[in-house]
């Protein structure tokens, strides 16, 4: 928290704490620490660059255009993933009370200090079928036409630079190898819904796997918060959940019960049905395996008996609840 | 100060599984001088499941909510984090797009209701610190929490993302959130800087991918207890219900024993303003927590 405002100028002198790991030579990682002078103009990319030039030349950090297009720099600062440099310094100073931890994307994948393997990710993008699939005669005699409206559904998620920010800030990556990973799923989504593209369905198939698809999304909004360039991952994984069932190739198993399954209980009470919803997803034998918990829950009165009895008429019901019925019937879209 | 009066948007939890959540609120809110009108015509956000199969009913039912509010022309509050994201989502897409407000309308109109964006959605917990204000809730700490290590769990639907949010959370920054921190000091308890309190529960996937719900909880919960938590306070009840109600499976999954009450955080204020027993209602807990009333 060493920090003093130097009168004279607009800079900061502060100490930058880094991650260090050699994977070929070290046995732990370390942290050291780097003083220096920041201006209120600096990139994270240029204390990095000062830590490298200035302090130690074996510091190790990926870098190419310096504009935020190619995605090499993408490191994280106190668990924030940034594109270094994108990233005022002073900002996170500021946020973070100048005690910043300068560290890779992903700390089990570092090959050296800020440099990490990527190809965790690279497979999962790869294995989503990221181009447009389409039989394209080899001489057309007019480009492929597309309307703005057509264009937009998928402009922004065009955007992506691959830096893997939204990738490695994924909990449930870290806990699932298996799960494909919000920037594979925004790709997915983005040539699914390219007029040109014929591999829709497939790839629909691909993303609805149960264990890595977008089932197993946690919904935490951690890839909305670091995509630096404002793609929003989560909300295009929505559209894939709902694409399922607009296109009609929704399997039934219990995550797409669990989504439906909630206007059963807002049909009877206006409210999710807590028990219902875990009944109807898991089907009874799977229920079995809830018991336990459905017993503890009885036992200190989660599941009641104040309003009447469990699981048969224990849950009160909205007032108005005839407007609630008559709007999901003349406004559900989707079916299972 | 003249008197706040809201809207409440109780949730399904607080009507079924955490009958506590629901008394406790309306426990502080009297004790704070804050007027309550529950809004008994709410129906269930989605929760974000009713939008991953249908986005566009989801968004015509959570209007027809907001529109609830808007008719007594006050502030709707919500005391569930994912409730207050999944209104708010809908009112950020209606507000910003007219063309889906007139579809969405065209459809409240068949039950005589129209949505206008004129009501602000907040989370109870930022109703109390940006609008109450923390230096008034200290002047009513009767039993003060200075026993308490209290590790605050943010829970990701409060915080994430920011750009939704605005200032319905006062400008709070997901990657260094400190209103609980600030509501916990101000009731004179000790708060706990660990890592994980801006992290997931897991309990959005707890029926389709179990074992990443295990662990996230599990990685939460072991970090405060490392970090010598008394208790842990969320302002979401899916958080507690993932983290209080499942302790017994993920000390399975992490080989270790965890062992920690959750509490709502209205349930916490409650018990720094001497509310009675039966509005805290810890009773209502899967971990034992009743000796947090004496404690």
Same mark, same amino acid.
């Given at each position: 928290?060493?920090?003093?405002?130097?009168?004279?100028?607009?800079?900061?002198?502060?100490?930058?704490?880094?991650?260090?790991?050699?994977?070929?030579?070290?046995?732990?990682?370390?942290?050291?620490?780097?003083?220096?002078?920041?201006?209120?103009?600096?990139?994270?990319?240029?204390?990095?660059?000062?830590?490298?030039?200035?302090?130690?030349?074996?510091?190790?950090?990926?870098?190419?255009?310096?504009?935020?297009?190619?995605?090499?720099?993408?490191?994280?600062?106190?668990?924030?993933?940034?594109?270094?440099?994108?990233?005022?310094?002073?900002?996170?100073?500021?946020?973070?009370?100048?005690?910043?931890?300068?560290?890779?994307?992903?700390?089990?994948?570092?090959?050296?200090?800020?440099?990490?393997?990527?190809?965790?990710?690279?497979?999962?993008?790869?294995?989503?079928?990221?181009?447009?699939?389409?039989?394209?005669?080899?001489?057309?005699?007019?480009?492929?036409?597309?309307?703005?409206?057509?264009?937009?559904?998928?402009?922004?998620?065009?955007? !992506?630079?691959? =830096?893997?920010? &939204?990738?490695? *800030? /994924? +909990?449930?990556?870290?806990?699932?190898?298996?799960?494909? $990973?919000?920037?594979?799923?925004?790709?997915?989504?983005?040539?699914?819904?390219?007029?040109?593209?014929?591999?829709?369905?497939?790839?629909?198939?691909?993303?609805?796997?149960?264990?890595?698809?977008?089932?197993? !999304?946690?919904? =935490?909004?951690? &890839?909305?918060? *670091? /995509? +630096?360039?404002?793609?929003?991952?989560?909300?295009?994984? $929505?559209?894939?959940?709902?694409?399922?069932?607009?296109?009609?190739?929704?399997?039934?198993?219990?995550?797409?019960?669990?989504?439906?399954?909630?206007?059963?209980?807002?049909?009877?009470?206006?409210?999710?049905?807590?028990?219902?919803?875990?009944?109807?997803?898991?089907?009874?034998?799977?229920?079995?395996?809830?018991?336990?918990?459905?017993?503890?829950?009885?036992?200190?009165?989660?599941?009641?008996?104040?309003?009447?009895?469990?699981?048969?008429?224990?849950?009160?019901?909205?007032?108005?609840?005839?407007?609630?019925?008559?709007?999901?019937?003349?406004?559900?879209?989707?079916?299972? | 100060?003249?008197?706040?009066?809201?809207?409440?948007?109780?949730?399904?939890?607080?009507?079924?599984?955490?009958?506590?959540?629901?008394?406790?609120?309306?426990?502080?809110?009297?004790?704070?001088?804050?007027?309550?009108?529950?809004?008994?015509?709410?129906?269930?956000?989605?929760?974000?499941?009713?939008?991953?199969?249908?986005?566009?009913?989801?968004?015509?039912?959570?209007?027809?909510?907001?529109?609830?509010?808007?008719?007594?022309?006050?502030?709707?509050?919500?005391?569930?984090?994912?409730?207050?994201?999944?209104?708010?989502?809908?009112?950020?897409?209606?507000?910003?797009?007219?063309?889906?407000?007139?579809?969405?309308?065209?459809?409240?109109?068949?039950?005589?209701?129209?949505?206008?964006?004129?009501?602000?959605?907040?989370?109870?917990?930022?109703?109390?610190?940006?609008?109450?204000?923390?230096?008034?809730?200290?002047?009513?700490?009767?039993?003060?929490?200075?026993?308490?290590?209290?590790?605050?769990?943010?829970?990701?639907?409060?915080?994430?993302?920011?750009?939704?949010?605005?200032?319905?959370?006062?400008?709070?920054?997901?990657?260094?959130?400190?209103?609980?921190?600030?509501?916990?000091?101000?009731?004179?308890?000790?708060?706990?800087?660990?890592?994980?309190?801006?992290?997931?529960?897991?309990?959005?996937?707890?029926?389709?991918?179990?074992?990443?719900?295990?662990?996230?909880?599990?990685?939460?919960?072991?970090?405060?207890?490392?970090?010598?938590?008394?208790?842990?306070?969320?302002?979401?009840?899916?958080?507690?219900?993932?983290?209080?109600?499942?302790?017994?499976?993920?000390?399975?999954?992490?080989?270790?024993?965890?062992?920690?009450?959750?509490?709502?955080?209205?349930?916490?204020?409650?018990?720094?303003?001497?509310?009675?027993?039966?509005?805290?209602?810890?009773?209502?807990?899967?971990?034992?927590?009743?000796?947090?009333?004496?404690?």
């Amino acid at each position: 928290m060493s920090a003093s405002i130097n009168q004279n100028s607009t800079t900061r002198k502060v100490t930058i704490k880094a991650f260090r790991f050699n994977a070929e030579t070290d046995y732990l990682p370390y942290i050291k620490q780097y003083e220096m002078e920041v201006g209120k103009d600096e990139l994270i990319l240029d204390l990095m660059n000062k830590i490298k030039w200035e302090h130690d030349g074996s510091f190790s950090y990926r870098r190419s255009c310096r504009h935020g297009i190619c995605g090499a720099c993408a490191i994280k600062v106190n668990g924030k993933s940034v594109l270094a440099c994108k990233q005022n310094a002073i900002e996170l100073l500021d946020l973070f009370d100048n005690d910043i931890t300068l560290e890779p994307s992903s700390k089990k994948r570092v090959i050296k200090d800020m440099i990490i393997d990527k190809s965790d990710f690279w497979e999962k993008h790869a294995a989503i079928k990221p181009y447009v699939v389409a039989d394209v005669d080899p001489r057309p005699s007019h480009e492929s036409k597309q309307s703005i409206e057509e264009f937009n559904n998928f402009m922004d998620s065009d955007l !992506c630079i691959q =830096c893997g920010a &939204c990738h490695y *800030a /994924c +909990p449930a990556l870290e806990v699932n190898p298996d799960f494909l $990973g919000p920037a594979a799923l925004n790709a997915a989504y983005r040539f699914t819904v390219d007029t040109r593209d014929t591999a829709g369905d497939e790839r629909l198939a691909i993303t609805a796997q149960m264990g890595s698809g977008v089932w197993d !999304c946690v919904k =935490c909004f951690e &890839c909305a918060e *670091a /995509c +630096p360039k404002e793609i929003n991952p989560i909300e295009k994984i $929505g559209k894939l959940h709902n694409l399922q069932f607009v296109r009609g190739v929704a399997q039934s198993n219990v995550a797409t019960r669990h989504a439906e399954g909630f206007l059963r209980g807002m049909m009877k009470t206006g409210y999710l049905d807590e028990a219902d919803i875990v009944t109807y997803s898991e089907g009874y034998l799977g229920t079995l395996k809830h018991m336990g918990t459905a017993f503890k829950m009885m036992k200190s009165g989660k599941i009641h008996w104040h309003s009447g009895i469990p699981f048969i008429n224990s849950i009160p019901k909205i007032k108005n609840l005839d407007e609630v019925q008559k709007l999901i019937q003349i406004s559900q879209t989707n079916k299972l | 100060m003249s008197q706040l009066h809201y809207a409440l948007f109780t949730g399904c939890t607080a009507k079924q599984s955490t009958p506590e959540l629901l008394s406790s609120t309306l426990a502080v809110a009297e004790k704070l001088g804050i007027k309550i009108t529950i809004l008994e015509e709410a129906s269930c956000c989605g929760a974000s499941h009713l939008q991953d199969f249908d986005e566009f009913l989801a968004h015509v039912l959570n209007a027809r909510n907001i529109c609830y509010a808007e008719k007594l022309n006050l502030t709707m509050i919500t005391i569930c984090n994912t409730c207050q994201l999944n209104s708010a989502m809908t009112k950020h897409a209606l507000d910003k797009d007219p063309v889906l407000k007139a579809k969405v309308n065209e459809k409240l109109a068949e039950v005589g209701l129209e949505y206008k964006g004129t009501s602000q959605i907040k989370h109870f917990l930022y109703a109390i610190i940006d609008e109450y204000g923390l230096e008034n809730v200290k002047d009513k700490v009767t039993v003060p929490l200075s026993h308490l290590n209290i590790a605050p769990f943010y829970g990701c639907h409060n915080i994430r993302p920011s750009e939704l949010h605005e200032d319905a959370n006062g400008h709070e920054n997901p990657y260094n959130p400190n209103s609980l921190d600030r509501l916990i000091t101000a009731l004179e308890g000790h708060p706990v800087n660990y890592e994980s309190k801006n992290k997931c529960c897991g309990f959005h996937v707890e029926l389709q991918a179990n074992h990443t719900s295990e662990v996230l909880a599990g990685n939460a919960l072991l970090d405060a207890m490392d970090n010598n938590a008394d208790m842990m306070v969320t302002p979401c009840p899916l958080c507690h219900l993932k983290m209080d109600t499942y302790q017994d499976s993920i000390s399975k999954t992490m080989g270790r024993d965890v062992e920690l009450p959750v509490l709502h955080m209205p349930q916490m204020v409650a018990l720094a303003l001497g509310c009675s027993e039966q509005e805290i209602g810890l009773k209502f807990h899967v971990q034992k927590a009743k000796h947090l009333y004496t404690a």
